[in-house]
C-alpha cells in the first residue's frame, strides 16, 4: 500500500474500524513516516456541517454560545469560552503575541467561533473552510471575513504573518502538500500554527484509533516529531505535546497494569452522533461496566491517597502542538 502521507510503498494494513454505520475504514501503518492513515473522503466535511445531529452539531452550539457573546461585545467571556478548550487557548496566545498588525489567516474556520475572537479584538483576519455551509453561517454570524477554500480571495489577501488552524491536519487528503501551500502564503518570519492528532495517543494493546475523533473525519495519526522531519528546511519547527490529566493517565496506566485490549466501538449512524460525543461514549475506551465501575473506584481512592500524581503522563489525543516560524530565506 503507498502511504497517502509520504509516497512510500511500506505501508502496512493493521486492521479496520467502523464507528459509524456503513463506514468501516481499513488503517494503516507507515514504516518510513510513522504516521497512521485511511481513506479520505472529499464529500464528508460538507456533509457532516449540514446533518443537525452530527458530531458537527457541537459547532452549531460553540457558534451560538460565541455569537451571543460577539453580539453583546464581551470580550472576555468570549475568550474564556474558547480557552477552555486548550488547542484554541494555545492558538490564542500564539497569535496575541505577535500584535493586533499583524495579517492573519484561519484554515478550517467552521462556523467561525474562533475567528470570532480576532474579529472582536480588531485584528485583520481571514476565516476560511472547504464546506459553503459552515462558511455561510459564519458570515451571516460575524461578518464578511470568511471566504471558501477556493476563492481568489485568500491569495490576494496575503501573504499572511501567522495562519494557525485548529483540529483540522488530521482530516485533509494531503497534509504535507496543504503544508507547503500555507507556506508559500507566509511571509518571511511568519508562523504557521496547528495541533495534529498524535498516534501516540492510541494507549492500549491493539488500539487502532483514537476514540475521540473516528473515521471518517479524521484520516491521519501523525508521530511526534514528523513536522520537524519533513519541515525543518523550510522553517524552525517547535512540537509540543500535551499531557492528559492526572485522573486520566491513571486510569490508562491502570488498564495498562491489567492487560486490557481496546475494544472495537459498536457502530452508530453518522447523522445521530451528535448526543454520543456530548456522553463520549465514543472516547470512553472500555465498554465493560463492571469493569469502568471499578476503575471510578480506584479514581477515587487514588485522588485521596495522592497516587494519581505518581503514575507516568499520558499524551492527548490531539496534543500535539506544532510552531513552525518560516525562515527569512523562503
Known amino acids: 500500500m503507498t502511504c497517502r502521507i509520504c509516497g512510500s510503498e511500506g505501508a502496512e ?6 464507528y459509524y454505520l456503513g463506514f468501516a475504514w481499513r488503517i494503516y501503518d507507515c514504516a518510513r ?45 468570549l475568550r474564556n469560552q474558547l480557552c477552555a478548550n486548550s488547542k484554541y487557548r494555545w492558538i490564542i496566545e500564539a497569535i496575541e503575541q505577535r500584535g493586533k498588525s499583524n495579517r492573519i489567516l484561519e484554515v478550517g474556520c467552521s462556523r467561525g467561533h474562533l475567528t470570532s475572537y480576532f474579529i472582536l479584538s480588531g485584528y485583520k483576519v ?17 461578518g464578511n471575513f470568511f471566504e471558501t477554500s477556493n476563492s481568489a480571495l485568500i491569495r490576494q489577501s496575503g501573504p499572511y504573518d501567522a495562519i494557525y488552524h485548529a483540529g483540522m491536519i488530521g482530516c485533509v487528503a ?14 518571511p518570519g511568519g508562523q504557521l500554527l496547528f495541533n495534529a492528532p498524535n498516534v501516540e495517543a492510541c494507549l492500549l494493546k491493539a488500539q487502532l484509533w483514537i476514540d475521540a475523533a473516528p473515521p471518517p473525519d479524521v484520516v491521519t495519526l ?11 528546511g523550510r522553517a524552525k519547527v517547535r512540537e509540543e505535546i500535551e499531557m492528559s490529566t492526572p485522573e486520566h493517565s491513571f486510569v490508562v496506566g491502570l488498564r495498562k497494569l491489567a492487560g486490557r485490549r481496546w475494544q472495537k466501538p459498536t457502530p452508530i449512524p453518522l447523522e445521530q452522533s451528535a448526543n454520543d460525543f456530548k456522553t463520549s461514549r465514543l472516547r470512553n475506551g472500555s465498554s465493560n461496566r463492571v469493569w469502568n465501575a471499578f476503575e471510578r473506584g480506584m479514581v477515587g481512592i487514588a485522588r485521596r491517597a495522592g497516587a494519581v500524581k505518581l503514575v507516568p503522563p499520558q ?10 516560524t518560516k525562515n527569512n530565506s523562503n
Open 315 to 324: 499524551p492527548t489525543p490531539f496534543g500535539l502542538f506544532v510552531t513552525m
Open 13 to 18: 494494513e493493521i486492521g479496520e474500524v467502523e
Open 126 to 142: 481571514l476565516g476560511t473552510d472547504v464546506s459553503a455551509e459552515a462558511v455561510n453561517a459564519a458570515r451571516a454570524a460575524f
Open 174 to 187: 494531503d497534509p504535507v502538500g496543504m503544508t507547503n501551500g500555507l507556506f508559500d502564503l507566509l511571509k
Open 33 to 77: 513516516c510513522g504516521c497512521r492513515f485511511t481513506h479520505h473522503d472529499n464529500s464528508i466535511h460538507e456533509w457532516l456541517h449540514r446533518q443537525a445531529g452530527s458530531s458537527y452539531a457541537l459547532y452549531r452550539e460553540l457558534l451560538e454560545e460565541c455569537k451571543r457573546l460577539f453580539d453583546i461585545g464581551d470580550i472576555e467571556r
Open 222 to 232: 501523525f508521530r511526534p516529531g514528523f513536522w520537524s522531519d519533513r519541515f525543518s
